[in-house]
């Protein structure tokens, strides 16, 4: 359900920006919203949720343009390190997950680089030496840079 979910939401998602009062679009994407959330474990709790509270909290960022500014670059990330979860994902998108994620982005002219709202690599090294729990800082401190 929630690899349908994907499917639906990369090819929904752009389609309010043509038909703003398009009710059956919306709704569409609102029932793939609904389904993604069908996951085995839950995602609020996943790496690019963590790392985006962190400089999220600290700087004012809304949740959801923290998820756009890291979520295709902890995709990279989890492809190295869970390749197979990584690939079930990119092959029930029709491609590498990652990039298709940050092209969505770039799709919908949402924000893709942290460096926009002035942060630099001081502070983002300092929320990945704080979030290293699970994580080496090296990963993260990348994986914040990979998003400047």
Same mark, same amino acid.
């Given at each position: 359900m929630? *690899? @349908?979910?994907? $499917?639906?939401?990369? @090819?929904?998602?752009p389609c309010p920006k043509a038909s703003p009062e398009d009710v059956d679009v919306r709704t569409e994407n609102q029932l793939a919203a609904w389904f993604s959330f069908t996951l085995p474990s839950a995602s609020a709790g996943g790496l690019s949720?963590? %790392? =985006? !509270?962190? #400089? =999220? +909290? $600290?700087? =004012?960022i809304p949740h959801g343009v923290t998820s756009c500014l890291l979520l295709p670059h902890v995709m990279r990330y989890l492809a190295r390190s %869970?390749?197979?979860r990584m690939a079930v994902l990119s092959e029930g998108c029709g491609g590498d997950a990652a990039n298709l994620v940050y092209q969505l982005l770039a799709t919908l002219d949402l924000p893709q680089h942290i460096g926009q709202y002035g942060i630099g690599e001081t502070e983002l090294r300092r929320a990945a030496t704080e979030l +290293?729990? !699970? *994580?080496? +800082?090296? @990963?993260? #401190?990348a994986i914040y840079i990979s998003a400047l």
């Open positions: 929630a *690899l @349908d979910a994907n $499917r639906c939401l990369f @090819d929904s998602l949720h963590t %790392m =985006g !509270k962190q #400089i =999220g +909290a $600290r700087h =004012g %869970m390749p197979q +290293a729990v !699970k *994580l080496p +800082a090296e @990963d993260l #401190i």
